[in-house]
C-alpha cells in the first residue's frame, strides 16, 4: 500500500525568511502526482503546489517551489519569503493518474513569527 | 459559482443514529470524493465515484454508504453511528483524473 510520510508535525519560522517542509512516499508506481495542501483555521482545504512524477522540472508557484527527487521518493515544500498568512497545516498527498484517490501525510503545522 | 457545497457544517449525533452528508458541487465534475479527517493521521478516502452511477470504495469504508444518481450531487450515509465516526468530513471532486482535488468546507461530526 501506498503511504506518505511528513516527519516533521510541527516547523516555526520567522516572517520574511525561508522554510522547507519534508515529504516522504512509498509506492511501486510509476506514473503519480503529488500535491501539497494547506490547511488554515478555517478549515478549508487549499491546493499550494502540483508536480507531475513524469516531469523532472520541479514545480513553482510564486513563492512556493518543490524539491521532487523521485529516486529518493521525496517531495518537499519550500516557502520564501514567509508571510503571516503561511501559518497553516500543511497536507503532503500522492495519488495516482486516472484514479483521484489521495493518500495523505500527517501534516505538518507551521507557524510564522512577527 | 459555488464550487463544492457541504451540508450541514456541524451535526452531533447519538451512537445508532443514522444520517446523511450532503455534497453537491456545480463544476461539471465527473470524479468526486469523501474523506475523513481524524487529529495526527491526515485525510483518509472512505468513498469515492468516477461518475454518475459509479461507485468503489476508498481506504476507510466500513460503516458509510454512497450513492451517485447524478453527476452533482453525491451524498454520504452513516447507516448507525459510532463514536469511532467522529471526525471532520470533506467531500471533494474535480474534472477528470489528471485535475487536482477542490474541497468542501468540511462538516465537524461528534457521535455520542
Known amino acids: 500500500a501506498q503511504t506518505v510520510t511528513q516527519s516533521q508535525p510541527e516547523m516555526s519560522v520567522q516572517e520574511a525568511e525561508t522554510v522547507t517542509l519534508s515529504c516522504t512516499y512509498d509506492?511501486?508506481?510509476?506514473?503519480?502526482?503529488l500535491f501539497w495542501y494547506k490547511q488554515p483555521p478555517s478549515r478549508q482545504m487549499i491546493l499550494v503546489i502540483r508536480q507531475e512524477a513524469y516531469k523532472q522540472q520541479n514545480a513553482t508557484e510564486n513563492r512556493f517551489s518543490v524539491n521532487f527527487q523521485k529516486a529518493a521518493k521525496s517531495f518537499s515544500l519550500k516557502i520564501s519569503d514567509s508571510q503571516l498568512g503561511d501559518a497553516a497545516m500543511y497536507f503532503c498527498a500522492w495519488g495516482i493518474q486516472g484514479a483521484q484517490k489521495l493518500v495523505f501525510g500527517q501534516g505538518t503545522r507551521l507557524t510564522i513569527n512577527p | 459559482n459555488a464550487g463544492v457545497t457541504q451540508t450541514p457544517k456541524f451535526q452531533v449525533l447519538k451512537t445508532g443514529q443514522s444520517m446523511t452528508l450532503q455534497c453537491a458541487q456545480d463544476m461539471n465534475h465527473e470524479y468526486m470524493s469523501w474523506y475523513r479527517q481524524d487529529p495526527g493521521m491526515g485525510l483518509r478516502l472512505i468513498h469515492y465515484?468516477?461518475?454518475?452511477?459509479?461507485?468503489d470504495q476508498g481506504e476507510v469504508p466500513n460503516g458509510y454508504n454512497v450513492s451517485r444518481s447524478t453527476t452533482e450531487d453525491f451524498p454520504l450515509r452513516l447507516l448507525s453511528a459510532a463514536p469511532s465516526q467522529t471526525s471532520v468530513y470533506f467531500c471533494?471532486?474535480?474534472?477528470?483524473?489528471?485535475?487536482?482535488?477542490?474541497f468542501g468546507n468540511g462538516t465537524r461530526l461528534t457521535v455520542t
Open positions: 509506492t511501486s508506481e510509476s506514473d503519480y502526482y
Open positions: 465515484s468516477v461518475g454518475a452511477g459509479i461507485t
Open positions: 471533494a471532486s474535480s474534472y477528470n483524473g489528471r485535475s487536482p482535488l477542490h
